[in-house]
C-alpha cells in the first residue's frame, strides 16, 4: 500500500505541474518581461521533453529496471521545478520545464512496477487509478492556479507542487520495491534520434501553426520533415535488431486503436483546459461569457476535477468486472455528450458546470482504462516502452487539440475579442474528437483472459 500511494504522489505532483501554469501565463510574461509567444514556449517545452523522453526512458525501464529509472524521473523533474521557481528571465524557465517534462516517463514506468509487482487482482484498479490521475491533476492545477498566484505569486506554482515531488522522490528510494521483469539490450539510439526528430516537428509545426500561419513556409517544412522522419523512424525500427519501440506491437489492434483514442481524448481534455477558462473569463459585454477572474474560471472547472476523483477510482474496480474495453467507451460517450452540451447551450453558468461534471467523469473513466487495455495486450516486458507510446498519445493529442481550438477563437477575433461562434464551432470540433474517440473505441478488441495480462494476443497477432 506504501508503495502504491508513493506513486500515486508522484503522479500527482508531475500531472499538477503539467496546467498550473497555463492560466498563470500572462501574468508570467509580465514578470519575466518576454513576448507573448515566448510564453507560450512555457508550455510548449514541457510538452516536448515529455513526448521526446517518455518512451526513451520507458524503454530504459524495461531494460534496466523501472524504479531505478522512475527515481531519476522524479531528479529531473524536482531539479527543473527549482530552476523554474527560481527563474527571473524567459531562458531558464524554458529549460526548467523541459527538465520536469522528463517526469513524464514515471507514468508508463509506474504502470511497469504495478504489473510486475503488485497481485494480480489489484492490478488494474492500481493502474486505472494512476492513470487517471494525469487527468485529475491537469483539472486540479487550473483550479489551484487563481488562488496561488493571487496569493503568494507565480513562483509558488513551482515551490508548493516541489514538496510532494521530494517526499515521492524519497519515498521511492525506501518503499518502491525494484521490478524483478528486466529485458536487458541496448538502446537503439538511432530510433530514439528519429523519434525526437519527427516529434520536434510536428509539435512545433502544430504549436507555431496559429501564430506563423498555417501557409507559412516555416510550418509546412516542420509538418512535411515530420512526415518524413516518422517514415524514416518506423523503417529504421522494422530493420532493427534491438528496436527502441517494437512496430509489430505497435500495429496489434489492440494497441493502435487504444492509441488512436488515447489521441483523441487527450485532444479532448486539453483543449477544455483552454476554451472553458477562456470562455467564462470574457465579459458579458461581448454578448456571452461571464467576466469570471482567473480564480473564478478555475472553479469552473471544479466540476469535472471532483468528478475525475470520483470516476478514477470507480474505473480502477470495474475494469476487472466489466473490462476497460467498456469504460472507454462509457467514458468517450460522456465527453462527446458534454461537449455537444457546450456548443448548443452555454448561455448560463449552470450549464457549464454541468457540462464539466460529465467532461471530467468522461475523462476519468477513460484514462483509467488506456493503459489497462495496453496492459492487457503487451508482454510484461513491453509495459514500459508501450504505455509510454500511450502516454505520448495523449500528450500529442493535447497539443493538437488546443491548437486547433485556438486556432478557430483566433480565426474569429473582432476587437481582440472571439466570437461566440468561434466558441461554438471549437466545442462542436471537440465533440467530434469525442465522437471519434467513441468508435475508436468501439473498434477495440475483446482482451483474451487466458493466460498472463491477457499477453497472449501479442503472439497470437505474430503468428
Not at 524521473?73 to 520545464?97: D, H, K, Q, Y
Not at 513524464?104 to 488494474?124: M, N, Q, S, T
Not at 480565426?411 to 466570437?419: M, R
Amino acid at each position: 500500500m506504501l508503495s502504491f500511494s508513493v506513486l500515486a504522489l508522484a503522479a500527482a505532483s508531475y500531472s499538477l505541474m503539467q496546467s498550473l501554469v497555463a492560466p498563470a501565463l500572462p501574468e508570467i510574461q509580465d514578470e519575466l518581461g518576454t513576448t507573448a509567444n515566448a510564453a507560450a514556449w512555457i508550455l510548449t517545452a514541457y510538452l516536448l521533453s515529455a513526448s521526446i523522453t517518455t518512451p526513451i526512458l520507458g524503454r530504459l525501464g524495461d531494460m534496466f529496471g523501472k524504479e531505478k529509472v522512475l527515481v531519476w524521473a522524479l531528479v529531473a523533474l524536482a531539479v527543473g521545478t527549482v530552476i523554474c521557481a527560481l527563474s527571473t528571465s524567459i531562458a531558464p524557465m524554458l529549460a526548467g520545464r523541459a527538465l520536469q517534462g522528463v517526469g513524464g516517463a514515471l507514468f508508463p514506468l509506474a504502470f511497469g512496477i504495478i504489473r510486475d509487482e503488485f497481485p494480480a487482482a489489484r492490478v488494474a484498479g492500481g493502474i486505472g487509478l494512476i492513470s487517471a490521475l494525469l487527468g485529475i491533476g491537469g483539472g486540479l492545477g487550473i483550479v489551484l492556479a487563481g488562488p496561488i498566484v493571487d496569493a503568494f505569486g507565480y513562483h509558488w506554482l513551482f515551490w508548493l507542487p516541489l514538496v510532494p515531488t521530494l517526499v515521492a522522490l524519497i519515498g521511492t528510494i525506501i518503499w518502491v520495491p525494484e521490478s524483478p521483469v528486466k529485458t536487458p539490450g541496448k538502446i537503439n539510439w538511432t530510433g530514439a534520434a528519429l523519434l525526437s526528430a519527427w516529434l520536434v516537428c510536428g509539435l512545433l509545426g502544430v504549436t507555431e501553426g496559429p501564430t506563423w500561419g498555417w501557409g507559412d513556409p516555416r510550418v509546412l517544412g516542420l509538418l512535411a520533415a515530420a512526415v518524413l522522419l516518422a517514415w524514416a523512424w518506423i523503417a529504421n525500427e522494422r530493420r532493427a535488431k534491438e528496436p527502441l519501440v517494437d512496430m509489430r506491437m505497435m500495429a496489434l489492434r489492440g494497441v493502435w486503436t487504444v492509441n488512436l483514442a488515447a489521441f483523441l481524448v487527450g485532444a479532448g481534455m486539453y483543449s477544455s483546459f483552454v476554451l472553458i477558462p477562456t470562455f467564462v473569463e470574457t465579459s458579458r459585454s461581448a454578448g456571452y461569457g461571464f467576466g469570471a477572474s482567473v480564480t473564478g474560471a478555475g472553479l469552473f472547472m471544479l466540476p469535472s476535477t471532483l468528478t475525475m476523483l470520483i470516476a478514477g477510482p470507480i474505473g480502477g474496480r470495474l475494469s476487472n468486472k466489466v473490462g476497460a474495453r467498456a469504460l472507454l467507451v462509457t467514458g468517450c460517450v460522456f465527453l462527446m455528450v458534454a461537449f455537444i452540451m457546450l456548443a448548443v447551450a452555454h448561455e448560463r453558468p449552470i450549464e457549464v458546470y454541468v457540462a464539466t461534471a460529465l467532461m471530467g467523469f468522461g475523462i476519468g473513466l477513460a484514462f483509467a482504462a488506456l493503459a489497462n487495455l495496453i496492459v492487457e495486450v503487451v508482454s510484461p516486458h513491453q509495459t514500459g516502452v508501450a504505455t509510454a507510446m500511450n502516454t505520448v498519445m495523449r500528450t500529442v493529442g493535447g497539443a493538437v487539440g488546443t491548437t486547433i481550438g485556438g486556432a478557430l477563437l483566433t480565426a474569429t477575433v473582432v476587437g481582440g475579442t472571439p466570437t461566440e461562434s468561434g466558441f461554438t464551432e471549437a466545442f462542436a470540433v471537440s465533440a467530434g474528437a469525442g465522437v471519434l474517440a467513441l468508435l475508436a473505441a468501439l473498434i477495440v478488441p475483446r482482451p483474451r483472459r487466458d493466460g498472463p495480462a491477457f499477453a497472449p494476443a501479442i503472439a497470437a497477432e505474430r503468428a
